[in-house]
């Protein structure tokens, strides 16, 4: 999926991109949007595995390929479920008030050797959680528990920083239990972009350094609306030495995030009896964060003996996380609605 031209947009190299191509008219035409740029790494062999006519995942990976046989890089993806809509990401500062040791002893920062260090200064909340910054180290594993709204099933990321430029290779563990901690590179993970949040965030100090996200799964909060997540090092050795790594390979811990797991739903209809109209409003995926663009199909039943449902408007665009639809046949009696996906 390349559009035939160089994208223009490259801060950092001229890294290959993967793009999605809209047709409407067979190939003839296709309109281009990104769903990577200003990537740090090239992007390669995009596949779209099949999967059901409300799933749709885009596999790929992300490397630097030096030759057939030396290729540094990671499987990445992203997943369409049709069921679900996108709700945005709330962020959670780790304070040493939330986060304790995963044994569950407290933390305590300082300069010593083997040691979290509150690096004041940068970050989310005017400081971050510092490992082998500058000298090679392995900090002990951190829990970091938030409390969220409500009971419920919620999408969860950890942010740490990173640099792009070439040599540096920050990275971060992180995951929902202490035996499945993954490994997350800068390289391989999305720099956060403000319109997924709903509050403003740190994103960069003087354009060097910038925030990451790195998806760590999905968790059902219990009664008491707390998640944990577990954050380490990633204490590497030095080639084949038992020495390990520092500075390069550092590990920047600012916080935590999570967003709702929200059904496609119909969220509001409310009758307009002036004009004679109802608005019928369900959530919805911004365009931008969909891999196949979905436009809606509004029905209409005044009962529901009737034997079919009347389509009141169709192929109507996503307008973000909310999207609306004006009935202008309402009468005031009573209708059914129902919206899909096409
Ligand atoms: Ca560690
Ligand atoms: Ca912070």
Redesign the pocket.
Known sequence: MHPGVLDTNQPYSSSHEIWKGVTTNHGVSFTWTPITQNSSRDNLRPIVPPWDQNHTALLWFRATYNSAQSIDGAPVGLVDRRTESFAPMTYV???TTNTTLATGAALVTGSGTGQWHLRTGN???????ASADVTAEDAPMLKTTVSVPAAGIYDVWVNFWGNPVGGADWRIMGGLATNQMQIFRQMACKTVQPGDYNSTLVLTNTSTNFLYQAYVGRVTASSSNTISVFVDDNAITVGTTSALAGNTNRTWY??VSYAPVDRFRITGVAYNAGGSSTTITWNSTPPELSLTTPTYTVWKKNSLAEPDWTVVATGVPSGGTATSCVDTSANGNAAFYRVSIL
């Not at 970050?123 to 959680?129: D, E, F, K, T, V």
């Open positions: 500062d780790a304070t970050g989310n909340g005017g400081s971050l959680l600012d916080g």
